[in-house]
């Protein structure tokens, strides 16, 4: 069993800050990615952030400048620091991690979806 557990999630301002953590569990083999999916009403969930095991980061456009992710590879946590916080940004924040783990006896790979933090950007 894994499980990732997310925090930080809340009501602001635009304008304003909110860092979202994620903390991955669990029978953990190795973790290649961590990242961050958001999803508002009535859309598709999206990207909004990765990195990879390998270092490289990856951001949508529309938050480059704005949000930052970091990951600590010996606590297998995830964060986004969201700075300059537009209404459009409000959504469900997903943490995600591609990872290798135990399911019983049997190894696998695969995504992890964390339960989801609401995240709302006033006007």
């Known amino acids: 069993q894994v499980q990732l557990v997310e925090s930080g999630g809340g009501l602001v301002q635009a304008g304003g800050s909110l860092r979202l953590s994620c903390a991955a569990s669990?029978?953990?083999?190795?973790?290649?990615?961590m990242g961050w999916y958001r999803q508002a009403p009535g859309k598709q969930r999206e990207l909004v952030a990765a990195?990879?095991?390998?270092?490289?980061?990856n951001y949508r456009d529309s938050v480059k400048g704005r949000f930052t992710i970091s990951r600590d590879y010996v606590k297998n946590t995830v964060t986004l620091q969201m700075n300059s916080l537009k209404p459009e940004d409000t959504a469900v924040y997903y943490c995600?991690?591609?990872?290798?783990?135990?399911?019983?006896?049997?190894?696998?790979?695969?995504?992890?979806w964390g339960q989801g933090t609401q995240v709302a950007v006033s006007s």
């Open positions: 995600n991690s591609n990872m290798e783990y135990f399911s019983g006896i049997s190894r696998r790979w695969g995504d992890v």
């Open positions: 669990g029978s953990i083999v190795r973790i290649n990615a």
């Open positions: 990195v990879t095991s390998a270092g490289p980061t």
